[in-house]
């Protein structure tokens, strides 16, 4: 778990250092592709949801595109605003796009998930909450 929340922190630092740099010639969906393919968070928070859910082979498979396509979307967020000075709405604004990706994601997960796996899997997102 705190190897996960390490190498998230990692992930959103370098989207903000990154964001910060002159404009790349790359075109941006091939930029984030990119990042998100060395540092393969989508596998990395996997690995950490597996034993946490009982997650079978078959649920990985399924689970990889559904977290990929939600932690890019969280990287492109992240780089478009991350250089920004924002003001209240705008701070708004972007945690509400935030909070969509993640609600995306977690009926993503749900949908792959048998019913004894939901009630862990709400335990292991409240978990960060509680310490």
Partial sequence: MMK?????????????LLSTQPAVSQDIEAFMEEI???LNIAEIRLLDMKPELDLTDDQIIALKPVLSSGMKSVLQTLYE????????????KVGKQLKQIQ???DT????????????????YR???KAA
């Fill in 4 to 16: 996960t929340i390490f190498q998230i922190g990692a992930l959103v630092g370098i989207a903000l």
């Fill in 36 to 38: 998100q393919n060395e």
């Fill in 81 to 92: 605003y991350g250089d920004k000075r924002m003001g209240v709405w705008m701070k708004i």
């Fill in 103 to 105: 609600t995306e994601m």
């Fill in 108 to 123: 993503g997960i749900r949908a792959v998930l048998r019913d004894e796996q939901q009630t862990a899997f709400e335990a």
């Fill in 126 to 128: 409240e978990a960060p």
